[in-house]
DNA sequence: AAAAATGATGCAAACGGTTGCTTGATTTGA
DNA sequence: TCAAATCAAGCAACCGTTTGCATCATTTTT
């Protein structure tokens, strides 16, 4: 059954002429005549000829393929990156091979192996919650493979890296409360074990400083953003004696379960509660009561960048040139949805 | 700078003996002695020595790598299929290459030949918009590689597919509106370029027939899913001297941006007009006034599915069994969200 | 003690394509 | 007319690994 596929050994025994010569025909070159290039091509076409990638890989050292790791799909943010890379893959003549690690570490790992096996020609990754330090990257290091970090990326030295920075924006974030007069504003954090930086939580606390505003422990809660941990978290911060007027949640996922939870108390949105949170995704633009505003944090771009890097990487090493450690910092934009009143 | 990799070729000549038994002894080949095993194997460890997969797949002519190309992963509903491609993948021991078609044809056959020549051992496909024949998929049933299709199935004979069917649902979404009180009801569909079965106006027909509703074509309209058109969409029906009282949308997008608009001409949601719509995006499960209800069309399980059948595929082919055509329904199922009046 | 069985290892081909070097034939130049 | 230049094509090595088939040295059997 399993038909065999035509190569470029079959052509020249048809023809009664060399492999090489073959090969020289199908790639034009010059040195081989019009009249047996012309029955090549014209052979080759009728067997659906089509060359052995496997070998010419083998034989080049060289994929034409990326792996990318990242949590998962599910989020829209990183199906969003997901797409970038893609995108920017195809425009370069590379494709790209998903993993997602669940946030498990030791999925991470079995993806990293795979994906050295695959032997990429370079690696995006987003790491996993779970990840606190990268050894199991080092390997493809010592085979010269680069690596990019995007969005998630770790807090150690000596890396590539494209992100988005949130520190701004959350300052933008407090400046727009305050404008609004609210006072009292709350934060709903995610659990600490996420190694990276803690951006958010930065900008709360020095948009209040500059606001003039002091600090009141109580109103950071944490929720390991269940729908479950996110209702604890608001019974934290509604139970306080000195209530907020506004929350600043982690991410849209957040916003949504609390905003969720609130109005089952029935507390108006935006009216008793303000909410700003993190994503911008394009169906908060829907809700009926939206958060007053959004951090964009570019998903997309985050993924069309890093697999830019990464392409440059590649191309530098092919050059032998030399490649100092980069990192790429977009800026995130507070997106204004709601009214409020 | 491009540092060799050790091949077990190396690792022969440090310890002067053949590459066979280097071969032999890292397999852990019976004929191999013990002094010479460890000795190979101490070895391989200090020079971190991995075997180079693409010499092993162009011997072996099987990649363990599988090609996934459908319209987008900005969907939500496609980024959640290739969630549960990817998970079904890793349990097999397989990988993805991803490709967006982005409902471009010329996209697409690229993506095929790029995936072809990548030499995947089978390959996954939701069509794009545009695809009305499938030729361009004919080189690779010639190679034997298995394709099965999902969700977006072309309609012709002789393939392996994947899909969720939405004839009972649709009925089931008629009966539910009739049994509300609804007479009169409106279906919103998409462009009728789609060469796919379109099995939402069926049960929208045969719903309507089975409660002795005679069925008014003014009733049925069309939008290209963008949010103007969903908005003449909604003219048109509103428009009517005899309105509807419920209507149905092509999926949740298409209802969000119909409510939306509705709210804007202060109507009541689900009490003046009532939705149900198909897809059952977690995100309607959030909104303050959701459709009724929407029927769930399974993508994570689609995709899963999908992988699973190719997999059977692949295994039979290597074992040269026979392998009829295999056209796997699952069952959607209208999901009750609202509460309406 | 000679024949047979067993154990440990090496040889070489194969997978498909690329490419530097050679060779032979034809054309060009003086 | 003969050497040099040009053209067209072939030879063979190579990429890293696997594997059927020798080969040779022991050990066991009778």
């Known amino acids: 059954m399993e038909k065999k596929l035509p190569t470029i050994k079959e052509i020249a025994q048809r023809l009664n002429i060399s492999v090489s010569t073959v090969s020289r025909a199908l790639h034009d070159h010059p040195s081989i005549g019009l009249r047996t290039k012309m029955q090549v091509k014209k052979l080759a076409e009728e067997l659906h000829y089509v060359p052995n990638q496997t070998a010419i890989f083998f034989k080049q050292r060289k994929t034409y393929t990326i792996g990318v790791i990242l949590p998962n799909l599910r989020e829209e943010f990183f199906s969003l990156a ?11 003549n590379y494709i790209a091979l998903m993993g997602q690690s669940h946030d498990s570490i030791d999925r ?24 606190s330090n990268v050894d199991h990257f080092q ?7 680069p690596v990019v970090f995007f969005d998630r990326v770790p807090d150690v030295p000596n890396i590539h890296s494209v992100w988005c920075s949130l520190y701004h924006s959350s300052m933008e974030a407090i400046d727009f409360l305050i404008k609004k007069g609210h006072k009292r504003i709350g934060y709903i954090q995610g659990p600490d074990t996420l190694s990276i930086k803690n951006e958010r939580l930065q900008g709360y606390l020095n948009g209040l400083k500059k606001n003039k505003i002091v600090h009141d422990p109580s109103l950071v809660v944490s929720s390991d953003f269940s729908a479950e941990g996110t209702q604890k978290a608001m019974d934290q911060l509604l139970a306080l004696k000195n209530k907020p007027t506004a929350i600043i949640t982690f991410n849209d996922y957040v916003a949504l379960d609390a905003m969720q939870y609130v109005r089952k108390k029935k507390l108006k949105i935006n009216k008793d509660l303000a909410f700003v949170s993190y994503a911008n995704l394009p169906i908060t633009h829907y809700l009926e009561t939206p958060p007053l505003a959004s951090v964009e944090q570019f998903p997309y771009d985050q993924g069309a960048r890093a697999a830019e890097l990464l392409f440059k990487l590649i191309d530098q090493k092919e050059s032998s040139e030399s490649h100092p450690f980069e990192n790429v910092v977009l800026n995130s934009e507070l997106v204004i949805i709601g009214q409020g009143k």
Chains 1, 2 share one sequence.
Do not use: P
């Open 108 to 131: 991470e790992k079995t993806l990293v192996e795979t994906m050295q096996k695959h032997r990429v020609d370079g690696l995006l990754v987003s790491i996993s919650k779970n990840t």
């Open 82 to 92: 997901t797409s970038g890379i893609e995108d920017k893959a195809f425009e370069n």
């Open 139 to 145: 390997s493809l290091l010592q085979f010269n493979i």
